[in-house]
């Protein structure tokens, strides 16, 4: 299995404040699989993925990826992870402001053995002729596509996905899903997409649906809808 959820369970604050959050997540995911994490606001979607990439640690449990243990990494072994293997694209865009179009996923690629192609990359998101623009000229759906540009040029294994069309209209996130399925048939990459919207459920090979801290669902596809054809 290429990544291995098991037992994890995660809780914030103490007393009054206290929130369990995370209560036992078991979830197996295989390489190139394309898996939607769905869920009401506050059920942990995000908490889960910070947890995944190794952002933030889980209170019990395990995360492997290709036999490796993140919690048995050492600090530096796991930034490396961080760094060479994982593209994480939020739902705030987090471009560099000074930066072009261009520079911004060059910066991607600089931190990996295997980036791709940035030519390439530009044209299949649909900005090569705003390369040399800086974020600020550019509309939300173009500085959507840069932050993703930014995150899939690493030619990351897994590629993590936070709202990634929370912020855009209904045609702008249409395309943001139709570049995402074509990023993961074209370069393979895992994918874990967290979502509010029902609908785009459909395009993946798997998904998963999380309420009150556990997985209440957890199917795979038979038959995909392809993200041009979703409907909401
Ligand atoms: N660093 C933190 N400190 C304290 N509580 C936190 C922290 N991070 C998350 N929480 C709490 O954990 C719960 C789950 O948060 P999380 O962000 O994972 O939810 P979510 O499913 O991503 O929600 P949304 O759909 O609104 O983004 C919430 O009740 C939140 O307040
Ligand atoms: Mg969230």
Not at 58 to 68: C, H, L, M, P, V
Not at 106 to 131: F, I
Not at 171 to 190: A, P, Q, W
Request: hydrophobic share 35%; with cysteine; glycine share 10%.
């Amino acid at each position: 299995m290429f990544l291995e959820i098991k037992g994890i369970k995660k809780s914030f604050g103490a007393g009054e404040s206290y929130v369990d959050v995370l209560k036992g997540i078991d979830l197996e995911i295989e390489k190139g699989e394309f898996c939607v994490l769905l869920g009401p606001s506050g059920s942990g979607k995000s908490t889960l993925l910070n947890i995944i990439g190794g952002i933030d640690g889980a209170d019990a449990g395990s995360i492997t990826i290709q036999g490796e243990q993140l919690g048995d990494m050492k600090e530096k072994k796991l930034s490396l992870y961080r760094r060479k293997h994982l593209g994480y694209i939020f739902q705030m865009y987090n471009l560099i402001p000074n930066l072009t179009v261009r520079e911004n996923i060059e910066v991607g690629a600089y931190l990996s053995d295997r980036p791709l192609d940035v030519d390439e990359l530009l044209e299949t998101l649909g900005l090569y002729e705003h390369q040399r623009k800086l974020p600020n000229q550019l509309s939300g759906g173009q500085q959507q596509r840069t932050a993703i540009g930014r995150a899939i040029v690493k030619n990351p294994d897994i590629l993590l996905c936070d709202e990634p069309t929370g912020a855009l209209d209904y045609n702008t996130s249409k395309e943001i899903l139709k570049l995402i399925e074509t990023l993961n048939h074209k370069y393979g990459n895992t994918i874990v997409m967290v979502t509010h919207n029902d609908a785009i459920k459909d395009m993946a090979d798997r998904v998963v649906k999380l309420r009150d801290g556990m997985i209440r669902r957890n199917y795979q596809n038979e038959q995909k809808i392809p993200a041009a054809d979703l409907e909401w």
